[in-house]
């Protein structure tokens, strides 16, 4: 499965979510429920996934938790926030950088509409190409 495909997947759980309990509560509460979510619609995902941090060959002792990664491709950074920031976006790139993963979504689930609350953030992600028989203008 590609990575689009699995962020479009995350993102139907997190406005499922998101209906659910709307914006106001603690990043933790939505972690647990978005964690229900994906395992009731049979999507695979890590939760606070340890990710070990190299400096010149040498392994740092303490690694970096990632929220979420699911299907061994996607980054899912929660937030419960007011305003997502160019920091978090950089924070973000930084993880796809140390795990290696393309594709990372940071969803701020304090957003009125989750829509506004969804980012992407891309580390070299290519598109896959078309399937047989299409064409494109």
Do not use: W
């Not at 002792?61 to 980054?75: A, H, N, S, Y």
């Amino acid at each position: 499965m590609h990575e689009n495909e699995i962020s479009e997947r995350v993102i139907g759980a997190s406005i499922e979510v998101h209906r659910y309990f709307g914006p106001g509560l603690v990043e933790q509460v939505y972690e647990e429920a978005l964690c229900h979510e994906l395992t009731l619609r049979g999507i695979r995902f890590e939760r606070q996934k340890p990710v070990p941090i190299f400096y010149k060959d040498v392994k740092l002792g303490i690694p970096i938790r990632l929220d979420l990664v699911v299907e061994d491709k996607v980054i899912v950074d929660l937030k419960a926030k007011e305003e997502v920031t160019a920091l978090d976006r950089a924070k973000l790139l930084s993880y796809l950088r140390l795990s290696k993963l393309q594709l990372g979504l940071i969803i701020n689930f304090h957003s009125v509409m989750l829509k506004d609350g969804i980012f992407r953030v891309v580390n070299g992600l290519k598109q896959p190409p078309p399937p047989p028989g299409s064409f494109s203008l």
